[in-house]
């Protein structure tokens, strides 16, 4: 059974999983500026390298972090349901609703830019 207190942590960890997403877009595009700038300057191979590198692993992170971001919605979207069935009414309802759409928004954007 669905209880609001469910509801709040589905609903925070959406909202940490977005920030997440964020955050390492902006690392990415960090990254991927400090690594062209040190080909601009002809730096060591190793340190090239090792910058590629970290740029990688950035960058493998963003799938992840998508891969968990729908997990979540998925388990939210269940969540709100029960919630819904039940007759339960209130402002964490109204919260979850409204992260709902946002992070469904967020997938929708997402998916235009990979087309």
Do not use: W
Request: negative net charge; proline residues 2%.
């Amino acid at each position: 059974m669905a209880t609001i207190r469910n509801l709040k942590i589905k609903t925070s960890t959406c909202k940490r999983i977005v920030k997440e997403l964020h955050s390492y877009e902006k690392e990415v595009e960090r990254e991927a500026a400090k690594t062209s700038e040190m080909k601009d300057k002809g730096a060591d191979p190793y340190d090239l390298k090792q910058q590629e590198n970290v740029l990688a692993e950035s960058r493998m992170m963003i799938p992840d972090c998508h891969k968990r971001l729908e997990a979540a919605l998925a388990d939210l979207k269940a969540t709100l349901v029960e919630m819904e069935e039940s007759g339960e009414k209130g402002s964490e309802v109204d919260d979850a609703q409204t992260t709902l759409s946002e992070v469904e928004q967020l997938f929708g954007k997402g998916d235009d830019d990979d087309a």
